[in-house]
């Protein structure tokens, strides 16, 4: 078996798991949140949340497929080592960004709430 292989099979076992447990806890946890912005309408935060959800596993799992395609032959254990420390680093910082993103615009989604309800009253 070639390393590529060996290398592939970790990459994917460790990027969709920790991809598929961190969407989980996002959708889990960021259902009240957007419960909060949308005054208590049920429908529409479960319906803002799963799309969320859905675009959150279509950009990961979309980036996964790209970066296996740029990767070159590896000769060596220690080069599959690196790369794989590489690439799941990427994978780590692009979830921690996505997050912050998500994050961000809840709070400019929730001062906007604040300040139309501010002027209405």
Do not use: C
């Not at 949140?33 to 969320?52: C, R, T, V, Y």
């Not at 032959?73 to 996505?98: C, H, K, Q, Y």
């Amino acid at each position: 078996m070639s390393y590529n292989v060996i290398a592939y099979s970790i990459y994917l076992i460790v990027t969709v798991y920790v991809t598929v447990v961190v969407g989980y806890s996002f959708h889990k946890h960021g259902y009240y949140l957007i419960l909060d912005l949308f005054k208590g309408n049920e429908q529409a935060s479960k319906a803002i949340n799963n799309m969320l959800l859905v675009g959150y596993y279509l950009v990961n799992i979309g980036y996964l497929a790209l970066s296996i395609t740029t990767w070159p032959t590896l000769p060596n254990w220690a080069e599959m080592i690196g790369l794989l420390f590489d690439r799941v680093s990427i994978i780590f910082i692009l979830l921690g960004l996505l997050h912050v993103n998500n994050i961000v615009w809840l709070h400019i989604l929730s001062k906007r709430k604040k300040f139309i309800e501010f002027i209405t009253h």
